[in-house]
């Protein structure tokens, strides 16, 4: 618990204006972290958090009161622990007693270099030739798997990020052939298509509607899509997201759409156009969106 001083996050909507605070929410979603303090504690924005992994941990949290001449409001919460503490029976890796040497002796053994692609591939009724399509360059896979985040978790396919980071030298040509082939063909490894999930509750507790599934997927799959970014490319070439499309779309927010919004509702009222307001709210809308639409859609795009 303690002060983070982030009063740009929004924590109903998970969402945040600057982006050292969209880092900080992203940290809690990485390591299951789920925050007890909702109501408002400084000029209407809450300031001080309550962080726990674990449900059932801290509880009766209220805010109230102040001490001395502060301006801050007091938090109070109880602890809800057993007297027995339970033993883990979770394996752990001790990467102390790695011996990354002896992997980096036994993977520099290995040819990658295997037989020459053809040098025009067959997309769909397309057909381009090699060097239409753009290369990943082994120095690029090397520097992005050097700046993992040692004390992220692992996906489903068991590729720790600090093995992929201290073995960064040699496995970055293997990973830059796969990352290759599977642009060129359009296959993804079957291991980087399976996720952890895990429900993580927003709000209440005993309303299971009010959770929502945090996935964890491959580490190299995340560093493939950083590093290619074809989605992202692929749907701004196809113009896919219309341009008024503010959430989860990168450089805009709540608040620009609510800039956006206000700047011509304001501009209609200057002109002295008739103006009407009608407010829509989608319940649970993520939850039944038909996927089959979804993804008949991205079909039509390629």
């Known amino acids: 618990m303690g002060n983070f ?5 929004c924590w109903k909507g998970n969402t945040a204006r600057h982006a050292q605070s969209r880092r900080f929410l992203q940290s809690i979603d990485d390591n299951f972290l789920t925050h007890l303090v909702e109501e408002p504690k400084r000029r209407e924005v809450v300031l001080d958090l309550i962080l726990t992994n674990k449900e059932g941990l801290v509880g009766d ?14 938090v109070e919460f109880r602890i809800l622990c057993g007297r027995s503490r339970a033993i883990s029976r979770i394996a752990t890796l001790d990467f102390r007693r790695a011996n990354f040497g002896l992997f980096k002796d036994l993977l ?7 037989p020459r692609e053809s040098q025009i591939l067959e997309v769909g009724e397309k057909v381009q030739r090699k060097e239409d399509l ?4 082994e120095d690029q896979v090397r520097e992005h798997l050097g700046k993992l985040d040692i004390h992220k978790s692992m996906g489903p396919d068991g590729m720790h990020p600090q093995v992929l980071r201290e073995l960064a030298d040699v496995i970055a040509k293997p990973l830059s052939i796969i990352f290759e082939r599977s642009w060129r063909t359009g296959e993804v490894p079957e291991d980087w298509r399976k996720a952890n999930v895990t429900p993580v509750f927003k709000k209440s507790k005993e309303d299971l509607g009010n959770y929502r599934p945090v996935s964890l997927t491959s580490i ?3 560093v493939m899509e950083f590093i290619l970014g074809v989605m992202n490319k692929h749907v701004e070439e196809e113009k896919v997201i219309r341009g008024d499309q503010h959430e989860f779309t990168k450089g805009k927010s709540c608040l620009t759409n609510a800039i956006a919004f206000y700047d011509d509702m304001t501009g209609w009222v200057d002109e002295g156009r008739a103006v009407g307001v009608v407010y829509l709210d989608f319940s649970k809308v993520f939850d039944t969106i038909s996927h089959n639409v979804l993804i008949k859609k991205l079909g039509c795009v390629g």
Do not use: A
């Open 220 to 222: 190299p799959g995340k």
């Open 61 to 74: 949290v209220k805010v109230g009161g102040s001490l001395g001449c502060r301006d801050h409001e007091m």
């Open 5 to 9: 001083n982030h009063p740009d996050i």
């Open 108 to 114: 520099e053994r290995i040819p990658w270099d295997g």
């Open 134 to 137: 753009p290369l990943v360059e």
